[in-house]
């Protein structure tokens, strides 16, 4: 388990430049795997264009409670890249002037944003139907002060969607930290006495799973069924979808996929894996990603690696859905993540 | 490095066979394909019989290959170790009873 982000530890690749050398470069220099570009040319799909605009991803800070081996984002209690208030209202006259009808918010822990509940609730007054909060459920248990956050999300009807890379105690806590899987039983727990996850409850909670380790996830429906079985006979949990998520090689994942020697193997994996019929319907088609400081991004893997859009827009300040619509997504080697057998979003499997 | 007899990276060329020999390969990947559907078992317990066959025939490709699958269905260390114990018992087993024969052959020709 990782104890520091790359960034405290003065890692490499903390740095974006440095890891768009290695996806660029390495294994694909000598031509002997393809390039996405030339993968998704061969099916009409470049440039990749966006469709209607449909989900607003904000990443409200980078701060985190747990420093989880896998982290894209590279998040942790040192990270202090927060999202103020002003830049949460920019977001608010965006949202008020849009056709997305989710709200996908990420961190980090998005609740240890202190403006958090604040943006909540003048989310909904601006009407969108879907709020999500992408939770790490130990936030719940991890402090008092975050003890009312169950009935919070109660009272707003926010749609949680939370971590849990297994069943198992052994394979969670090897992940995500000592002690998380006990913690994240608990809140899950509490979600449930409140109707959270319930068979016909309109409050929805969802599980996303990610692969503890250099392997891609197994068929969704598959694995919905294994954590639904194991989680309802061992801890009495309901939830509603399971999304299976690939990891995709940035930051912390790509870090560890250097160190213990399965970075080449791994990009083997994942253009072996390559499926032209999920490109038509990857997240960044749909999405905009707005980092903690307002600037826009196709996806939050572009947001990580510092790639913003095309586009005379490029701030959530000079906002323009028009001008923004009409731009190329911005693809490079991570992008055969998101295409890898039955796709992968922030929703996950898209084909 | 040495050279050996097994690269685990020839695992990935394993679809090549067909070159040589379009054919067949081409119906053994076919009945391949179909022997892992989900069917009146599970992929994931063809997979655990897959894993323990792998260690009966000793086939390093194989242990990789049903190792990653494993993972990738979510199933734990736990399950795929006794799954081995399985094949070890049975494979085990197969010598052990033969003994039966070894004792019938020496009480016959004992006085």
Same mark, same amino acid.
């Given at each position: 388990?990782?104890?520091?982000?790359?960034?405290?530890?003065?890692? /490499?690749?903390?740095?974006?430049?440095?890891?768009?050398?290695?996806?660029?470069?390495?294994?694909?220099?000598?031509?002997?795997?393809?390039?996405?570009?030339?993968?998704?040319?061969?099916?009409?799909?470049?440039?990749?264009?966006?469709?209607?605009?449909?989900?607003?991803?904000?990443?409200?800070?980078?701060?985190?409670?747990?420093?989880?081996?896998?982290?894209?984002?590279?998040?942790?209690?040192?990270?202090?890249?927060?999202?103020?208030?002003?830049?949460?209202?920019?977001?608010?006259?965006?949202?008020?002037?849009?056709? =997305?009808?989710?709200?996908?918010?990420?961190?980090?822990?998005?609740?240890?944003?202190?403006?958090?509940?604040?943006?909540?609730?003048?989310?909904?007054? =601006?009407?969108?139907?879907?709020?999500?909060?992408? %939770?790490?459920?130990?936030?719940?248990?991890?402090?008092?002060?975050?003890?009312?956050?169950?009935?919070? $999300?109660?009272?707003?009807?926010?749609?949680?969607?939370?971590?849990?890379?297994?069943?198992?105690?052994?394979?969670? /806590?090897?992940?995500?930290?000592?002690?998380?899987?006990?913690?994240?039983?608990?809140?899950?727990?509490?979600?449930?006495?409140?109707?959270?996850?319930?068979?016909?409850?309109?409050?929805?909670?969802?599980?996303? +799973?990610?692969?503890?380790?250099?392997?891609?996830?197994?068929?969704?429906?598959?694995?919905?069924?294994?954590?639904?079985?194991?989680?309802?006979?061992?801890?009495?949990?309901?939830?509603?979808?399971? $999304? =299976?998520?690939?990891?995709?090689?940035?930051?912390?994942?790509?870090? +560890?996929?250097?160190?213990?020697?399965?970075?080449?193997?791994?990009?083997?994996?994942?253009?072996?894996? +390559?499926?032209?019929?999920?490109?038509?319907?990857?997240?960044?088609?749909?999405?905009?990603?707005? %980092?903690? /400081?307002?600037?826009?991004?196709?996806? /939050?893997?572009?947001?990580?690696?510092?790639?913003?859009?095309?586009?005379?827009?490029?701030?959530?300040?000079?906002?323009?859905?028009?001008?923004?619509?009409?731009?190329?997504?911005?693809?490079?080697?991570?992008?055969?993540?998101?295409? =890898?057998?039955?796709?992968?979003?922030?929703?996950?499997?898209?084909? | 490095?040495?050279?050996?007899?097994?690269?685990?990276?020839?695992?990935?060329?394993?679809?090549?066979?067909?070159?040589?020999?379009?054919?067949?390969?081409?119906?053994?990947?076919?009945?391949?394909?179909?022997?892992?559907?989900?069917?009146?078992?599970?992929?994931?317990?063809?997979?655990?019989?897959?894993? #323990?066959?792998?260690?009966?025939?000793?086939?390093?490709?194989?242990?990789?290959?049903?190792?990653?699958?494993?993972?990738?269905?979510?199933?734990?260390?736990?399950?795929?170790?006794?799954?081995?114990?399985?094949? #070890?018992?049975?494979?085990?087993?197969?010598?052990?009873?033969?003994?039966?024969?070894?004792?019938?052959?020496?009480?016959?020709?004992?006085?």
């Amino acid at each position: 388990m990782a104890t520091k982000s790359l960034k405290a530890k003065g890692n /490499d690749l903390a740095v974006s430049n440095k890891q768009l050398e290695i996806l660029n470069g390495g294994i694909f220099a000598d031509g002997e795997l393809p390039y996405f570009k030339d993968k998704i040319a061969d099916i009409g799909h470049f440039p990749l264009r966006p469709k209607k605009l449909e989900i607003l991803q904000i990443n409200v800070g980078y701060m985190c409670n747990q420093v989880c081996e896998h982290c894209h984002v590279d998040a942790g209690p040192d990270r202090k890249e927060i999202m103020t208030r002003e830049t949460m209202q920019q977001c608010l006259e965006v949202i008020k002037n849009t056709g =997305a009808h989710t709200l996908d918010l990420t961190g980090g822990a998005p609740e240890m944003n202190p403006d958090f509940e604040w943006f909540v609730e003048e989310a909904a007054k =601006a009407g969108i139907k879907d709020f999500i909060v992408r %939770s790490n459920l130990t936030i719940i248990r991890a402090n008092k002060k975050y003890y009312h956050l169950p009935d919070f $999300f109660k009272k707003h009807n926010v749609h949680v969607i939370s971590s849990m890379p297994h069943y198992t105690r052994g394979k969670t /806590d090897k992940q995500r930290g000592d002690g998380v899987f006990d913690k994240s039983i608990k809140a899950l727990q509490e979600l449930n006495e409140r109707g959270y996850g319930m068979p016909d409850s309109d409050l929805k909670l969802d599980l996303v +799973y990610n692969p503890s380790g250099a392997y891609l996830p197994g068929d969704q429906a598959a694995m919905e069924k294994d954590f639904k079985k194991a989680l309802k006979e061992d801890f009495n949990i309901d939830f509603h979808n399971l $999304f =299976a998520i690939t990891n995709l090689p940035i930051a912390r994942f790509l870090d +560890y996929l250097i160190a213990s020697e399965n970075y080449e193997d791994y990009m083997y994996a994942l253009v072996e894996a +390559y499926n032209p019929s999920a490109v038509a319907n990857v997240m960044c088609t749909n999405t905009i990603s707005i %980092s903690w /400081d307002g600037w826009l991004y196709d996806c /939050d893997f572009n947001q990580m690696l510092d790639l913003k859009v095309a586009s005379k827009v490029k701030h959530i300040k000079d906002y323009n859905e028009d001008i923004l619509n009409d731009r190329n997504i911005i693809i490079s080697q991570h992008c055969y993540g998101c295409t =890898a057998g039955a796709g992968s979003s922030c929703q996950g499997t898209v084909a | 490095m040495a050279n050996t007899y097994y690269d685990p990276a020839d695992l990935r060329k394993f679809g090549k066979i067909t070159e040589w020999s379009e054919e067949l390969g081409t119906k053994f990947f076919d009945y391949y394909g179909k022997v892992f559907e989900e069917g009146a078992l599970s992929a994931r317990e063809k997979s655990l019989i897959a894993l #323990a066959v792998s260690h009966v025939v000793k086939c390093p490709y194989c242990i990789d290959a049903y190792t990653k699958d494993g993972l990738q269905k979510g199933i734990t260390k736990e399950e795929m170790m006794e799954a081995v114990h399985v094949g #070890a018992a049975i494979e085990g087993g197969a010598t052990l009873v033969h003994g039966v024969q070894m004792m019938n052959k020496y009480n016959k020709l004992s006085m």
